[in-house]
């Protein structure tokens, strides 16, 4: 080996180092690289959640008594008792209530009356429109109706409106088929059956006493003893001992019903203390009854008793859908105190910014604003919000912008947790 190839081996060796240790410290970067994105990406996730709007109520749960206005109708014992009144339905002074009848037979009579009168009913109906092509679309959309009706009915478990709904839909089931024959035979049908009819009224005959109503009222067919132990007069002496040593009165029955006389219905209820402490007479609240009713009813506190045993005797008041509270008598409800509605966002989505601006007197004014960030396009933006309402790991939000492309509105996606987040930073 001469001289130069000496010199030139030590370099190549020397060449093939620095180039193992720039590949090595190049993998050793990429390495770090990739580390420090998988920290990144582990130490600051980028989560969003969608926006909704949302209701919460304040409520105290109750359990206690509906008290009305009642009056028992004399118990019947002779006769065939027949009542014409639907449960809940108003009756004014002099209305008929119920219908006695001497026998079975008295009672099958006037079942075919009543199924006379429905036929005669459907050929007036028929004779009166003569096939008119207005009056066969306007049955055909009543009868529509009535089966949509009755679906409710029998969904809601509504059993005694479910027979008045079948009669109804029979009616006009048999109408639209009577529209479709001749009018001169619906006549000469109807003149027959007024004259069948006439003769089984005359047979009849004293057969038949009417039960009237005494007072005009809200009609009831439940008659549960409470009557005269719950009334309204007793309101201002209850206490919570006598609302909790209450017993019916055995001796009150009757086979008529009874009617509801007042417009008003109050609740009594045992509240614990606490609950009591955040009511106020005449404070206007919701109650809802866990049964019984399917709305929402409005009412006043109406009185706020001693506390006995950690216990508040608490009895609301209500003008409305008294109809419906006929069946009610012991019955748990909740009382809702206040409902909030709003944007409801994750606590941790809720940031504090700082924003500098300049008074008319050219100074710098800075302002700590509470928003969310939410993700517009790949950019965050920042919008103004007022908290309305704070629960656990939650809160209602309004929003509080200005501009309307500020606004906070349901279904945007809020941005819940992100580092180093500012307005109109790049997230996506």
Known sequence: ??????????????????????????????????????????????????????????????????????????????????????????????????????????????????????????????????????????????????LLSLRRSVESGALAQTESEIAQLRSLILKRDYSRGGGTDAAAELQALEAQRKALQDQGAGSVRTLTAPVSGIYSAVVDGYEGVLTPDMLDTLTLSALRSLEADSSVASNVGKLITSDRWYYAAALPDDDAADLEPGQSVILRFSKGTADDLPAEIWSIGQSENGRTLVILSGREYLSELTLLRHQSAEIILKTTEGIRVPQTALRVDTVTTTDENG????????????????????????????????????????????????????????????DGAVVR
Do not use: H
């Open 363 to 422: 100074e710098e004014v800075t302002t700590r604003i509470t928003g969310v960030y939410c993700v517009v396009g790949r950019f965050a933006r920042f919008k103004p919000v007022t908290v309305v309402y704070t629960g656990d790991g939650f809160s209602l939000v309004e929003s509080a912008a200005g501009k309307e492309s500020l606004r906070l509105r349901p279904g945007e996606e809020i941005i819940l947790t992100a580092r180093e987040l500012s």
């Open 1 to 146: 080996m001469n001289e130069s190839e000496q010199q030139k081996a030590p370099e190549s060796r020397k060449n093939r180092t620095l180039t193992r240790l720039a590949m090595g410290t190049f993998c050793l970067l990429v390495l770090v690289y990739f580390a420090l994105q998988v920290k990144d990406a582990l130490q600051d996730p980028f989560a969003t959640a969608a926006a909704a709007y949302t209701r919460v109520e304040e409520t105290v749960s109750a359990n206690g008594w509906l008290i009305r206005e009642e009056q028992v109708l004399p118990n019947e014992s002779s006769g065939l008792l027949r009542l014409t009144r639907q449960e809940g339905e108003r009756v004014s002074r002099g209305g008929t209530v119920a219908k006695l009848y001497a026998d079975q037979a008295s009672l099958d009579r006037q079942a075919e009356l009543e199924r006379l009168d429905e036929r005669i009913e459907q050929l007036r109906y028929a004779a009166e429109e003569s096939l008119s092509g207005v009056a066969s679309l306007r049955l055909d959309s009543q009868i529509q109706d009535s």
